[in-house]
């Protein structure tokens, strides 16, 4: 007579070994998803986003009710100085961050009073590219 138990029992060891070793190698490979998921969003820069986005609305809002406030001839020329003057000094203010930024003002002009402006902004910052046009309601 010959006796296999034992060689059962080590076929089932051996099976439930390879059980484990395939769930583990899973549980690891999902560990490493959720870990570089969450990496990817605490990298992405939303914070610089909003406020470059709240700050560039502001500009150009302000800029046009100055604008069409004072007596000037040109109010184009004058809100195009003006928005450019505050595009350079953001501009240097992200490049010291390390993003590189483009923001371009266009006024839309209506009986010699800007009604509204168009902004483009560019945000990159080597992993993220951000870009969007808004238009903004000036007139009164």
Known sequence: M???????????????VICMVVLLLYLNQSMLAGRSSSISVMNFPKDDIRELKKESIAEAYTIGKLVNNNNVSDKGKAYNDNFTYYANNITSLYVEKGSLINITSTPGIENGKIVNATVKISYKNGETTYSENIIILVAD
Request: overall charge negative.
């Open 2 to 16: 010959d006796d296999d138990s034992g060689q059962v029992i080590l076929m089932m060891a051996i099976i439930i």
